[in-house]
């Protein structure tokens, strides 16, 4: 029986799930039938976590007992900070050194051989994973400039402790508020590649770290992750050349390149997440008295808007504006896609817990195309 090829599996149904819906033909993103405009602005990323792990918004009783419970575990073992140090030592990319320094939590883990069925477990692995990536990356990023890690401040927000941990200073409101909102906006975004790895793998009944890892791994990948640099990189070329944005981005379509952040596989108009970023870089760019990134990207998206390019589908995705918005935050560029790993660590866990509650191991097939009957011949007949 002749079946269809789907290469990349595109438009494939592999599970059900009641945490995040795209719709991509509106411009819609839902968190469990919350739209994600609504939840960016009137709740904090620690708000969001818990509706994507338990089902429901919390009450302010259980917001503060999660909080608390989450900040608490935010230290990481001083073996792993001197992983950390060598790593930055030896030059390597911020989103290896993660990947290597989650490996390194799991030696840590004290629920490590809890039954891969106990789900609360899983959760409560989850949350150290989830407090402990911050910490991991500011370490690191400090490390490579040359400076000793800050300790968290169980006192400040999951977006808060983070700034303040990579700069050793509490950030003003407007950045909070900003990078919380990031978070929040990239927690979850339905069945992407990495949630995809990290569910195959959560499938096969391993360990929350293990499928975490996989997420970052396939995270890392310049398809999927790191857009955003790509963005920033772009508008850095745009600066450096002096020429007017509009005038840089016609000679470079002439020249044939692609400008990042413009197109989305499932996205048709623009990405919702965007909106609320290019909203929060007006605000940080009013707090700095700095608009260039702001003039950049409004200009380059009027101009690709006016030639029609949103009309074909292709609109401005989150990463168009991400970018500025980090690097108003004084971010370096690749720490953006750790940050995101950062986030979405979030709907990783929620996704591979939801699934193993019904599990099916994920097993699809390949047709093959390599040749028939071959016949063997012995070593020394070759």
Not at 74 to 93: H, P, S
Not at 185 to 203: E, K, Q, W
Not at 240 to 254: F, G, I, L, T, Y
Request: glycine share 8%.
């Amino acid at each position: 029986m002749s079946v269809e090829l789907k290469r990349g599996l595109e438009g494939v149904l592999v599970a059900e799930s009641e945490l995040s819906h795209v719709d991509g033909e509106v411009g819609k993103l839902v968190y469990r039938g919350y739209d994600i405009e609504e939840l960016a602005r009137g709740a904090s990323y620690e708000e969001v976590l818990y509706l994507l792990w338990h089902g429901a918004l919390p009450t302010r009783e259980e917001l503060d007992a999660f909080a608390a419970d989450l900040a608490a575990e935010r230290d990481v073992d001083d073996d792993v900070l001197d992983t950390i140090q060598t790593l930055a030592d030896a030059g390597e990319c911020p989103m290896a050194a993660l990947r290597t320094a989650v490996s390194m939590l799991s030696a840590y883990e004290p629920e490590v051989d809890a039954d891969p069925e106990d789900f609360d477990a899983t959760r409560r692995k989850g949350r150290r994973l989830t407090a402990k990536i911050p910490t991991v990356l500011a370490a690191f990023e400090r490390a490579r400039q040359g400076e000793e890690p800050v300790d968290p401040d169980p006192d400040l927000s999951h977006a808060g402790n983070f700034l303040y941990m990579l700069t050793g200073t509490e950030p003003d409101a407007v950045s909070e508020e900003t990078f919380d909102m990031a978070l929040t906006i990239h927690a979850d975004h339905g069945l992407n590649a990495s949630t995809f790895t990290a569910l195959v793998i959560g499938s096969t009944m391993a360990d929350i770290y293990s499928s975490v890892i996989g997420g970052i791994g396939a995270l890392s990948g310049p398809l999927h992750g790191g857009a955003n640099q790509d963005v920033m990189e772009v508008l850095y070329e745009v600066d450096e050349s002096n020429k007017d944005p509009v005038e840089w981005v016609k000679a470079a379509r002439d020249a044939g390149r692609r400008i990042p952040g413009f197109g989305h596989r499932v996205y048709k108009v623009k990405d919702p997440r965007a909106k609320i970023l290019e909203e929060k870089l007006r605000d940080l760019s009013e707090s700095s008295g700095d608009t260039k990134w702001l003039d950049y990207t409004t200009a380059i998206e009027g101009y690709l808007t006016e030639q029609g390019l949103v009309e074909n589908g292709i609109a401005p995705n989150v990463d168009f504006y991400s970018g500025s918005v980090y690097d108003s935050m004084g971010i370096p560029m690749d720490m953006y896609t750790p940050i995101f790993a950062m986030s979405r660590v979030g709907g990783w866990i929620a996704h591979v817990v939801e699934y193993q509650e019904d599990n099916r191991l994920i097993r699809p097939r390949a047709r093959y195309t390599g040749p028939k009957d071959a016949s063997f011949v012995p070593i020394d007949e070759r």
